[in-house]
């Protein structure tokens, strides 16, 4: 494994990424519209809603407004950063074999990927943590930063896995978006959730922990860490998956 | 010997495309493979140059290895410098040698104007020139051209042929696979791809 490789590839990739008018647009606008349609519609109503990961009986009592800026907020991060891992594993694939083809180890391609979706997880992170607290009250802003990372780790790793394993663009973003919307976009809201008749298959999808890590660090002084390590083992989970396509896929034969 | 197949198979579906396909190079030869479309042409230049399998047979390579995919195959966001900069990476040419090298081929296939434009700004001849110039950015040893003169104008086709006249010389083994051979006489041996098979 050469470094002065990684480095050149990272700087490929970062450039390629930068280029696509489409990913600012998206990073600058989704989250934009998700916490604006939150503020103009979203009713200031009190609602008890249940912190599962901390303990079956924790109930807080919070704004609808508050709850779903909070929710928004990690449903965007889930989604732009999904989509993002998705791009940069599948586009290209052909020249990226090729330069596997030509000198480079999957391996190194692959430590550049994963450079670059953490410098996005990262920057998309801190810019919904920013946006978020300007729309509303954080109790914990670092700590609520963090765990939108935490989404955006989760589903950027599936979103990887995903391009991995799917060759088709449009079946790929469709398994991006069905999952996105299935778990962040609605089962992980905290208003379905403390009313759902099956917790236990809600408490199985990706968004679960960084969900409530999020709710956690956003409203109270309970603890996150047990929510975010188990977020950390999901991740690594589908991270290991594509890891382990992409490399046996671009490998020469 | 520069490259040795023997007994190449390779099979999508059941159906047979290579049947036990076996040729050798020898340094400093032009090797022509012609065969209708989708005689396996293209799936026997996959398999030499590593990107997918043969179901049984052997390849014994010597020496750098140059391929030139049948389509272009580049990043469209990326200029054509970039792009040199990319694979010089994986071929780990030092920058003294690669600014030799691209200033050679930039100047041989005349294209210099578009050093810093992205591909995906690019005409369909300008991309085939970098395409084959990504597979002789390293003085390979061994060239593998599918289709390499796709969308050439005429100036260009006789500058291919300019190059690989240079390249055959330094001893370099050339393989050039196409459905259709017009220049004979600058082969050192055709073989056809028919049925999967050499003749």
Redesign the interface.
């Known amino acids: 494994m050469?470094i002065?490789?990684i480095n050149?590839?990272l700087s490929?990739i970062l450039?390629?990424l930068l280029?696509?008018k489409i990913v600012l647009i998206l990073i600058l606008l989704i989250p934009t519209v998700f916490l604006s349609i939150v503020e103009f519609t979203s009713a200031e109503r009190v609602i008890p809603f249940q912190l599962a990961s901390v303990g079956e009986q924790v109930f807080i009592n919070m704004p609808e407004k508050s709850i779903s800026f909070i929710f928004f907020s990690v449903a965007s991060a889930g989604f732009l950063v999904s989509f993002l891992a998705l791009n940069l594993i599948q586009k290209?694939h052909?020249?990226n074999?090729?330069?596997?083809?030509?000198?480079?180890h999957p391996i190194e391609l692959l430590s550049s990927i994963l450079l670059v979706l953490i410098v996005t997880i990262l920057l998309i992170a801190i810019y919904i943590g920013i946006l978020t607290i300007a729309f509303t009250h954080v109790d914990h802003p670092v700590s609520f930063t963090l765990s939108l990372a935490l989404i955006g780790f989760v589903y950027g790793s599936y979103g990887m896995a995903v391009g991995s394993l799917v060759k088709g663009e449009l079946e790929a973003i469709l398994l991006v978006v069905l999952l996105v919307n299935i778990d962040v976009g609605w089962l992980q809201n905290p208003i379905f959730y403390a009313g759902a008749q099956n917790q236990v298959i809600i408490e199985f999808l990706p968004a679960y922990f960084p969900s409530q890590a999020s709710m956690v660090k956003a409203f109270t002084n309970y603890s996150a860490i047990s929510a975010s390590l188990y977020a950390l083992l999901y991740g690594m989970i589908f991270l290991i998956i594509s890891m382990l396509v992409f490399f046996f896929k671009m490998r020469?034969? | 010997m520069i490259l040795k197949l023997e007994n190449i198979s390779k099979s999508y579906a059941k159906k047979a495309i290579l049947k036990e396909v076996s040729f050798q190079l020898q340094a400093g030869t032009l090797t022509g493979i012609v065969g209708e479309n989708g005689s396996g042409k293209s799936t026997l230049m996959r398999i030499i140059a590593g990107d997918i399998s043969a179901n049984q047979g052997s390849i014994q390579h010597n020496g750098r290895t140059g391929y030139c995919p049948q389509e272009p195959i580049l990043f469209p966001e990326i200029t054509v410098q970039e792009h040199f900069r990319y694979f010089s990476a994986a071929y780990d040419i030092n920058s003294k040698t690669l600014s030799l090298r691209v200033e050679e081929l930039l100047d041989h296939f005349n294209y210099r104007k578009y050093y810093k434009t992205r591909v995906s700004n690019l005409s369909g001849g300008t991309r085939q020139k970098l395409n084959l110039s990504i597979a002789l950015l390293h003085e390979p040893e061994l060239l593998i051209l599918d289709e390499p003169y796709n969308g050439f104008d005429w100036d260009t086709y006789l500058k291919f042929w300019d190059y690989t006249k240079g390249l055959k010389e330094k001893g370099c083994a050339i393989l050039v696979v196409s459905h259709l051979i017009n220049e004979k006489k600058k082969f050192d041996q055709i073989y056809k791809l028919e049925n999967g098979s050499l003749k």
Request: some cysteine; charged content about 40%.
């Open positions: 050469k002065n490789r050149t590839s490929m450039k390629m280029r696509r290209n052909k020249a074999k090729r330069l596997i083809l030509c000198g480079y020469t034969k």
